[in-house]
C-alpha cells in the first residue's frame, strides 16, 4: 500500500507543478490593502476550537477592512456540514467531490475558476494535497501558505511554521500572512512622504 501512496505523492507534485507552470494567469505580490477578493482555504479536520475563533475573527476583521472573501472549506469526513457558508461566499469540498488523488470534480474546479482572487491564503498544514492543488490552478495572483517541501510551486509567499513543531498554531499563522501581506510594496500604492 505504500507504493501507491508513493506513486500519488510523486504525480501529485509533478501536476502541481506542471499546473502552474501551464498558468496563463498573472501572479503577482498583492498587499492586503489593495486587495479586493481574498479566498482562504480551510482544512476543518485540523481546526480546533481556538483556531475556528480565531479564523472567525480574522474574517470578520478583513469584512470591517471592506475585503470581499471567498472560502474554501475542506472536509474529508463523509456526512460533514459545511461551516463557514454564511461568513462569505463559499466552496464546500466533503469526500464525494473528490476524486481519489484528492483533487476536486471539474464541477467544483470550475466554481472555483469563476473567483479572480487577489490573495488565497491556505491554512490547510495536512498534508493532504488538495489544498496545494486548489492553490496551483485557482486564479489568485498572490498565494500563500506554510513552507512544505516540494510544493514551492504553489505559493509566491510562504511562512515559516510558528514553532519547532511540526504543526504550526493557526493564530501563529494569520499574524504571519497578514504581517508579510501589508508589508508587500509593488511600487502601486501611494507612499506616505515623511516630513
Not at 456526512?79 to 464541477?107: C, G, H, Q, R, Y
Not at 510544493?151 to 514553532?163: G, I, T
Request: aromatic share 10%.
Amino acid at each position: 500500500m505504500e507504493w501507491i501512496n508513493d506513486i500519488k505523492e510523486k504525480f501529485s507534485k509533478r501536476r502541481i507543478r506542471n499546473l502552474d507552470r501551464a498558468k496563463e494567469y498573472p501572479r503577482d505580490f498583492v498587499d492586503i490593502e489593495s486587495a479586493r477578493l481574498i479566498g482562504m482555504i480551510i482544512n476543518v479536520n485540523i481546526l480546533t476550537e481556538e483556531d475556528e475563533k480565531s479564523l472567525k475573527s480574522y474574517m470578520e476583521a478583513l469584512i470591517k477592512r471592506k475585503k470581499k472573501l471567498f472560502i474554501v472549506e475542506l472536509n474529508f469526513n463523509k456526512k460533514s456540514e459545511p461551516k463557514f457558508d454564511k461568513m462569505a461566499d463559499s466552496v464546500f469540498i466533503d469526500p464525494s467531490k473528490l476524486n481519489w488523488m484528492d483533487w476536486p470534480t471539474p464541477a467544483i474546479e470550475n466554481k472555483i475558476l469563476g473567483f479572480d482572487m487577489d490573495i488565497l491564503m491556505d491554512f490547510d498544514f495536512s498534508t493532504r494535497k488538495t489544498s496545494k492543488y486548489l492553490c496551483s490552478m485557482a486564479k489568485a495572483r498572490t498565494r500563500t501558505g506554510v513552507h512544505r517541501e516540494g510544493y514551492e510551486s504553489c505559493y509566491e509567499l510562504m511562512v515559516n511554521q510558528s514553532d519547532e513543531s511540526d504543526e504550526p498554531s493557526m493564530k501563529a499563522v494569520i499574524k504571519k500572512f497578514d504581517y508579510f501581506l501589508s508589508m508587500i510594496d509593488n511600487g502601486k500604492k501611494e507612499k506616505v512622504k515623511v516630513k
